[in-house]
């Protein structure tokens, strides 16, 4: 099938930072509100909100998945677009209808359970990752405004929200409801603002195509799914260590490197349109040849970073002061050093959020790889989170976090080599026209 010129094509740098601008507001206003509500609701009533917020975030990567997948298919073909578009929304709209209907029901049965707080923020985070993906679809069509508008609403509403609250004192539940509520407003504007040949689009009536497009969207989106369930398994983590007022500064950290995280990977959604065309084929070789540069930086780092811990640990004095106790609230040296772990964290995140993002679109075969590292991510933090969290907390979860990341990069790099065996002097050349670029 022939490339849609207008979909590869490349967005201009102003618009660039104009989309930027859009979802770093809405990602700098959602720290800004869990500060506050940190400040409102004091650290025992916010401890249970983040850890219901914490628990459900990986809820936002099951409507971003059908984004990842049309990012990277809808530009190489023509024919099938409107069909594509059209699996598209079912896809990503799914799961947030069933929450939708299962929070309705809680907020009748029980309004104030701990059911209905978890079911809204799960709601939420559904939300947000449906209107990522509608966003994504207007970027496709050549109307990308309509991305950076949604967001800044959104953010606008989550200030408003957030103040009232203040002014009201309105209850962990009230919050997240009204934030579902304004949500809603906002997705369903930009539904309405799609073509309606996209909006009416026929099931495809080739099963193969369906297939096709369901394997796509399932193996691009479960790395992100998984990073996301690493996260809230820390939450469940310190939930059954008795660790639960480690959740707040927990939260709030993850928060901060959240930010850094999403931007770049935004920004690399907006250019996948046009990596996706220039990796194709032959150009693949070149794009698994940089992540695997990349990959060793990160094992390198996270292989610096475990001997760094362990001679931590070993030296009585810092292991002293690395320990704490449960239900003691953090203080202003463990901020620090959490502050310094988040750093740690995040430059390993942004290496392999890159590599994963240029053998992601390379070919289709390195997607059950990149799958099965996250695997080995979400396994090897869940064991260190166990070992590590108990006696220290919230530095314990971001050390867990830190030497999976590592474990990430070892286990894609070597399945990346038993995929495709590229002989020594094809990598070298591949090497040089990289380094040259």
Same mark, same amino acid.
């Given at each position: 099938?022939?490339?849609?010129?207008?979909?590869?094509?490349?967005?201009?740098?102003?618009?660039?930072?104009?989309?930027?601008?859009?979802? +770093?507001?809405?990602?700098?206003?959602?720290?800004?509100?869990?500060?506050?509500?940190?400040?409102?609701?004091?650290?025992?009533?916010?401890?249970?909100?983040?850890?219901?917020?914490?628990?459900?975030?990986?809820?936002?990567? =099951?409507?971003?998945?059908?984004?990842?997948?049309?990012?990277?298919?809808?530009?190489?073909?023509? *024919?099938?677009?409107?069909?594509?578009?059209? *699996?598209?929304? !079912?896809?990503?709209?799914?799961?947030?209808?069933?929450?939708?209907?299962?929070?309705?029901?809680?907020?009748?049965?029980?309004?104030?359970?701990?059911?209905?707080?978890? =079911?809204?923020?799960? @709601?939420?985070?559904?939300?947000?990752?449906?209107?990522?993906?509608?966003?994504?679809?207007?970027?496709?069509?050549?109307?990308?405004?309509?991305?950076?508008?949604?967001? @800044?609403?959104?953010?606008?509403?989550?200030?408003?929200?957030?103040?009232?609250?203040?002014?009201?004192?309105?209850?962990?539940?009230?919050?997240?409801?009204?934030?579902? +509520?304004?949500?809603?407003?906002?997705?369903?504007?930009?539904?309405?603002?799609?073509?309606?040949?996209?909006?009416?689009?026929?099931? &495809?009536?080739?099963?193969?195509?369906?297939?096709?497009?369901?394997?796509?969207?399932?193996? %691009? /989106?479960?790395?992100?799914?998984?990073?996301?369930?690493? %996260?809230?398994?820390?939450?469940?983590?310190?939930?059954?260590?008795?660790?639960?007022?480690?959740? /707040?500064?927990?939260?709030?950290?993850?928060?901060?490197?959240?930010?850094?995280?999403?931007?770049? =990977?935004?920004?690399?959604?907006?250019?996948? &349109?046009?990596?996706?065309?220039?990796?194709? +084929?032959?150009?693949?070789?070149? +794009?698994?040849?940089?992540?695997?540069?990349?990959? !060793?930086?990160?094992?390198?780092?996270?292989?610096?970073?475990?001997?760094?811990?362990?001679?931590?640990?070993?030296?009585?004095?810092?292991?002293?002061?690395?320990? @704490?106790?449960?239900?003691?609230?953090?203080?202003?040296?463990?901020?620090?050093?959490?502050?310094?772990?988040?750093?740690?964290?995040?430059?390993?995140?942004?290496?392999?959020?890159?590599?994963?993002?240029?053998?992601?679109?390379?070919?289709?075969?390195?997607?059950?790889?990149?799958? $099965?590292?996250?695997?080995?991510?979400?396994?090897?933090?869940?064991?260190?989170?166990?070992?590590?969290?108990? &006696? %220290?907390?919230?530095?314990?979860?971001?050390?867990?976090?830190?030497?999976?990341?590592?474990?990430?990069?070892?286990? %894609?790099? !070597?399945?990346?080599?038993?995929?495709?065996?590229? &002989?020594?002097?094809?990598? $070298?050349?591949?090497?040089?026209?990289?380094?040259?670029?």
């Amino acid at each position: 099938m022939s490339t849609s010129p207008s979909m590869a094509a490349p967005l201009r740098p102003l618009m660039i930072l104009r989309l930027l601008a859009g979802r +770093g507001v809405f990602r700098v206003g959602v720290q800004l509100m869990a500060v506050a509500l940190l400040a409102i609701w004091g650290t025992a009533t916010y401890g249970e909100y983040a850890n219901a917020w914490g628990t459900c975030a990986w809820l936002v990567f =099951l409507p971003t998945a059908a984004e990842k997948a049309a990012l990277k298919i809808l530009p190489r073909t023509r *024919l099938t677009t409107v069909v594509l578009a059209g *699996l598209t929304l !079912r896809i990503a709209a799914t799961p947030v209808v069933v929450l939708a209907v299962a929070l309705a029901f809680a907020v009748v049965v029980a309004p104030s359970s701990t059911a209905t707080l978890y =079911l809204a923020s799960g @709601t939420w985070s559904a939300c947000t990752g449906l209107l990522m993906t509608l966003s994504g679809l207007h970027r496709l069509r050549g109307r990308p405004a309509l991305d950076a508008a949604a967001f @800044t609403v959104v953010a606008v509403a989550v200030a408003v929200v957030t103040t009232m609250t203040w002014l009201s004192g309105w209850s962990p539940h009230t919050h997240l409801l009204i934030l579902v +509520g304004a949500i809603a407003v906002v997705i369903g504007c930009s539904l309405s603002a799609l073509p309606n040949e996209w909006l009416r689009a026929p099931k &495809p009536d080739r099963p193969r195509l369906t297939r096709a497009f369901g394997r796509s969207t399932v193996l %691009l /989106g479960i790395t992100e799914l998984l990073d996301a369930l690493t %996260l809230s398994a820390l939450f469940l983590v310190f939930a059954l260590s008795g660790r639960m007022v480690d959740s /707040g500064p927990f939260h709030l950290a993850l928060l901060a490197a959240g930010v850094l995280c999403s931007l770049a =990977l935004y920004q690399l959604k907006l250019r996948q &349109p046009s990596t996706s065309v220039s990796l194709r +084929g032959v150009g693949g070789a070149t +794009g698994r040849a940089r992540a695997e540069r990349l990959l !060793r930086a990160a094992e390198f780092t996270g292989a610096g970073f475990a001997v760094a811990l362990v001679a931590a640990l070993l030296v009585p004095a810092t292991r002293q002061a690395l320990l @704490t106790g449960a239900d003691i609230p953090m203080t202003a040296s463990g901020y620090v050093v959490l502050v310094v772990l988040a750093v740690v964290e995040i430059a390993m995140s942004i290496l392999l959020i890159y590599a994963g993002y240029l053998v992601e679109n390379t070919d289709s075969q390195v997607l059950s790889s990149t799958a $099965a590292a996250a695997v080995i991510r979400l396994a090897a933090t869940v064991a260190c989170a166990l070992v590590l969290a108990p &006696p %220290l907390g919230a530095v314990g979860g971001f050390c867990a976090l830190t030497l999976g990341l590592a474990a990430e990069a070892v286990a %894609l790099r !070597r399945l990346l080599r038993r995929l495709h065996h590229e &002989p020594r002097s094809a990598r $070298a050349s591949i090497f040089r026209s990289t380094s040259h670029k």
